[in-house]
């Protein structure tokens, strides 16, 4: 399912096979697939689980099986990038397969829109392992700042750091084409960000921070008998000191306030976007919550939690390895499953037959939860020592044998 001439041309990019007399890119890949589709907590698991046998080896494409140490010097040493490009690669080759999971629902006001959720996650780490890896005084984290494409659920751009950095500044080098919609929290609002949306005509709905500054221009009627959530909907502009400085203090933005059920909160909204129903604002939002679902879904299935490695490059190696896999589960589950599987079940029956020859048609489509009988065992032949057997019974048995 990864096409050779798009693995050769990020090898062949990166120049990650050179000097390398064993342990390829390929080797490498395969291997920590491997891993990231058994869940294996170490590499010593990994060289148990893929040196069964000299034809599964072949059957996967090894010459042999890989040693702990060489894995983890392909970890260390092999640049994480050839991982991060073939993942961007496969994005692009999967496109029209991967344009929209089943369940999406268009929203009908901005249907023909690309609609980007941005969030970002942390993996927990050893500070004394990971030192790179600095969070607080006592802890660490690997932070993956990911763009989430609304309508696949695929990431289309990530940023892996060390948590300390800010959601803010994980997303700098984050720019997207023309009438793009952006949706993230409020730890994104930032007057220089919106500037930069604005300047390349993109339309953001941001959560509006508690100590905001802005006065209100004119407000909209609401709607009667129908969006009873929407609480408040009105043209603001930005007064605070860093809208003063960025130029933003001119500049007409929406503010739009939605009552939650779930908790019984509100939430303040700011958009940029003057036409829209408030409607279609608040539905944005609510949206942002499926990035949420992506980096449960790649936590609890994936191995991105427990890291393999101790260095940058292995950490991230094995993240973009992880999102390959994702990519790939994805594609079958998308495109050869007949039946409806929920992530998670669909990770465990590929984990359950990834070392037996079955046809994956049957795997996603035909194994059920179920109970099955064994066949009946044919009668097995005498015991050759025990003392009741006559010398006709060995002469049949001799015959049998021959």
Not at 149 to 154: G, K, P, T, V
Not at 157 to 169: F, G, P, T, Y
Not at 269 to 297: D, G, H, M, P, Q
Not at 298 to 314: E, R, V, W
Request: net charge positive; charged share 30%.
């Amino acid at each position: 399912m990864i096409p050779h001439s798009v693995l050769r041309k990020s090898i062949n990019k990166h120049r990650s096979d050179k000097s390398c007399s064993k342990y390829f890119t390929y080797d490498q890949l395969v291997s920590m697939m491997f891993g990231q589709l058994n869940k294996c907590l170490s590499l010593r698991e990994i060289d148990m689980g893929i040196d069964q046998s000299p034809e599964f080896l072949s059957h996967i494409g090894l010459e042999q099986s890989p040693a702990k140490s060489t894995m983890s010097d392909g970890n260390a040493k092999r640049d994480y990038h050839v991982f991060e490009d073939l993942y961007y690669n496969l994005c692009n080759h999967y496109k029209q397969q991967l344009g929209r999971r089943p369940e999406y629902k268009v929203i009908e006001e901005i249907k023909n829109k690309n609609i980007k959720i941005i969030d970002a996650t942390i993996m927990s780490v050893c500070l004394k392992l990971f030192p790179w890896a600095k969070f607080r005084t006592a802890k660490g984290g690997i932070k993956a700042h990911v763009s989430l494409d609304e309508a696949s659920m695929i990431p289309d751009i990530v940023n892996i750091s060390e948590a300390k950095v800010s959601d803010r500044r994980g997303v700098d080098d984050f720019r997207y084409p023309r009438d793009t919609i952006i949706v993230d929290d409020r730890g994104y609002f930032d007057v220089k960000l919106f500037k930069i949306r604005i300047e390349d005509e993109n339309h953001f709905v941001t959560r509006i921070k508690d100590n905001i500054l802005y006065e209100s221009i004119r407000e909209y009627d609401l709607p009667e008998d129908k969006d009873e959530h929407i609480l408040k909907d009105e043209i603001i502009r930005l007064t605070g000191k860093s809208a003063v400085e960025n130029g933003m203090d001119m500049v007409e933005l929406r503010r739009v306030v939605v009552y939650i059920e779930e908790g019984n909160r509100t939430v303040e909204l700011i958009c940029n976007n003057l036409e829209w129903s408030a409607a279609t604002i608040a539905e944005l939002y609510r949206r942002r919550w499926l990035i949420e679902t992506f980096f449960k879904l790649i936590k609890q299935n994936l191995q991105i939690k427990t890291f393999l490695g101790t260095t940058p490059n292995a950490c991230k190696s094995q993240i973009f390895i992880s999102l390959i896999c994702y990519l790939l589960l994805e594609l079958i589950r998308r495109t050869m499953s007949k039946t409806k599987h929920r992530f998670g079940h669909f990770v465990t029956l590929i984990r359950v037959c990834l070392t037996q020859y079955n046809r994956l048609g049957y795997i996603v489509n035909e194994m059920k939860i179920g109970v099955r009988e064994a066949r009946k065992r044919q009668k097995p032949p005498p015991n050759l020592f025990s003392s009741h057997h006559t010398e006709k019974d060995f002469e049949q048995l001799i015959l049998d044998f021959q």
